[in-house]
């Protein structure tokens, strides 16, 4: 047989779905078509073929055995290209998304909040985020970019486009000022940065000492806890600058330039180009508004 002498794909479906769903108005239904024009699509499918596809039986309709065998053919047919044209979506889908990872506490306290600015600037860019810290895995995490504090080594082949300045200093709510200041207070660090207490208050000798230190897990476990009033947190500038500014928190001594910095990583010399640059060019402006 021809390419040419197959019938048309539209009456095979017209079949498949009425032979595989029993009825003509339910394949109808399914189709979004008439009962009538699925009737005509099936009559002329059994002309184009030669042969009958269907037999009367009571109220209803029973394949003959030339339309059982087509119809086996047809259903792994269709059930096969439902699958390939899936798979071609999920994976051009794929290549249009942008993976971005980023460090847990700066995703959930400064990147996803403003979010939904970026969507409505680029809403045809599928944007992803993935949490991580560290060392970055391109290939092994599937990452396009990732933000990072850069403080480890970063190979020569991929390149860096610093963000902000890392700064750190106390946070607290506004009713425990009094116990702060009489050095009544319990301190709250993160078990990623175990020392940073230590070095700070080195750094600030008329500070008062605290009662004792506690720590949590992560950074934003500690500004949430500052946040209700178990302590003062040792908190880096990104992760409470909102709450600073709707005066959720407030930071008394400011905050101190470490020397380190945050940056955006990607793995190719080359520069950034479509998604990637605009999402690099988003985030510097945001870094910008928040930081300048």
Request: with cysteine; hydrophobic share 40%; glycine share 8%.
């Amino acid at each position: 047989m021809k390419r040419t002498d197959i019938p048309s794909l539209d009456d095979l479906r017209a079949f498949e779905t009425t032979a595989r769903l029993g009825s003509v108005r339910l394949a109808a239904d399914s189709l979004a078509l008439t009962h009538g024009a699925v009737s005509r699509r099936i009559t002329k499918l059994s002309g184009d073929l030669g042969f009958q596809l269907f037999e009367k039986s009571g109220r209803g309709l029973r394949l003959t055995s030339a339309g059982q065998t087509l119809n086996l053919t047809l259903g792994r047919f269709f059930g096969e290209l439902a699958a390939t044209v899936e798979s071609l979506r999920s994976a051009n889908s794929r290549q249009s998304a942008l993976v971005l990872s980023c460090e847990p506490s700066v995703a959930m306290r400064w990147l996803i909040p403003r979010l939904a600015g970026f969507q409505g600037a680029h809403p045809d860019i599928a944007l992803h985020l993935s949490v991580g810290g560290g060392p970055v895995e391109f290939q092994r995490d599937r990452i396009d970019l990732a933000i990072r504090r850069l403080d480890f080594g970063i190979p020569d082949a991929w390149q860096v486009q610093r963000l902000f300045a890392e700064r750190v200093g106390p946070v607290l709510s506004p009713q425990l000022v009094p116990a702060f200041e009489r050095g009544e207070y319990i301190a709250l660090g993160s078990k990623t940065r175990p020392n940073a207490w230590a070095h700070w208050l080195e750094r600030h000798p008329s500070v008062p000492r605290p009662s004792e230190i506690r720590y949590f897990d992560h950074h934003f476990l500690i500004v949430e806890a500052a946040s209700a009033g178990l302590g003062v947190a040792l908190s880096p500038l990104v992760l409470v600058i909102d709450d600073l500014e709707r005066e959720r928190l407030i930071g008394p001594l400011g905050f101190d330039v470490d020397g380190s910095h945050y940056g955006l990583i990607w793995r190719d010399k080359a520069d950034l180009v479509g998604s990637g640059l605009a999402v690099a060019d988003w985030l510097h402006e945001e870094c910008s508004r928040s930081f300048s």
